[in-house]
């Protein structure tokens, strides 16, 4: 890597820890947007927030001709939504985005706006008949638990307890989906200017529908746009059995260039100047192969007149559960290569056949 690629700090460290300790469940990113928005103080020319509650800001560049490129980042996590009382302290509730109910039983979690503690209790082993123990567990069968006088009304949502550690070479936490996308890109904002117009875009509602990104293209109407998200890895032992054609993102490779995934197809002339740049600044990449998924690309893609995509994500272990994992370093090579492709794209680069 080049001398003068960005390195991850303790200051860039403890933004990624503010930001996951966030409470940024979709459709209630407020927690997530105030510390962006007092990220970009006085780094950006204009800034604003619409009415689903994106953040949208612009940087212009200098230089004529300038391309608008429009980086996007989603603010939302996975939780849950309280639907009911049950009795004192304990609560039903439904999931809001996708999360495996077996993960759930016997999690730390905090509810509403005052992060009230407690946890999500399930029928202990030693109560349950042998016929219960043979089906997985469903939602209906789990409780969210206040404790006793423990207040939350309906429409309050949830989502697994601050949780972030650093651990040698790797951060883990709840929300590194996509925390990881929102530091990276409060960092090329900062790094600006480019010879590029940013319009930046931290989005609402990627995890039920890539329902902010749209919103945000058509405001902005960018020539082009890159996606900043976490990706599953798919490289733990039970995993490696077989020929790994989807999903085959692993730890340790550096940042994943999509392909394509169910939502979008991303533009091959996007993609190919991506990789020639971490071929070209001898920063460390992969692809990520054509799967299942989806990400703000295809909310993007259909904006307007559409929007040629590409997207780049870190990989990140344990993905939509309390706590997922990834490595410093692909997170620094993500940076690393979106602050070079900013620096030296082409004006021409649409015009190009891949």
Partial sequence: MPRSAPTINKGQIDLLRRLCEATGVSGDEAQVREIVRSELKGKVDEIRVDALGNVLATRRGSGPRRLRIMLDAHMDEVGFMIVAEDSDGIYRFETIGGINPQDLPGKQIVV???????????????????????????????????????????????????????????????????????????????????????????????????????????????????????????????????????????????????????????????????????????????????????NDSGGIQRAGAGVPVASVSVPHRYTHTAASLSWIEDWQNTLALLRAALGSVPTDLLRRTA
């Fill in 112 to 294: 509403g706006k005052e992060n009230t503690p407690g946890v999500i209790g399930a029928k202990a082993i030693h109560l349950s008949k042998a016929d219960e123990l043979k089906h997985p567990i469903s939602i209906d069968k789990l409780r969210v638990d206040l404790g006793p006088g423990g207040k939350a009304k309906v429409g309050d949502r949830g989502t697994f307890a601050a949780n972030f550690r650093r651990a040698g070479p790797s951060v883990m936490s709840k929300a590194l989906d996509n925390r990881l996308g929102v530091a990276t890109l409060i960092e090329l904002i900062k790094a600006g200017p480019f010879r590029v117009d940013l319009l930046a875009a931290f989005t609402v509602q990627e995890e039920i529908g890539l329902r902010g990104a749209k919103v945000a293209a058509n405001f902005f109407k960018p020539d082009l746009a890159l996606v900043i998200d976490a990706t599953p890895a798919r490289d733990l032992p039970m995993q490696r059995e077989g020929e790994n054609t989807t999903y085959n993102t692993k730890l340790g490779l550096g940042p994943a260039i999509y392909l394509s995934h169910r939502e979008a197809i991303d533009d091959p002339r996007l993609v190919k100047f991506l990789a020639d740049t971490a071929r070209r600044n001898k920063i460390a990449f992969q692809f990520r192969q054509p799967g299942g998924g989806s």
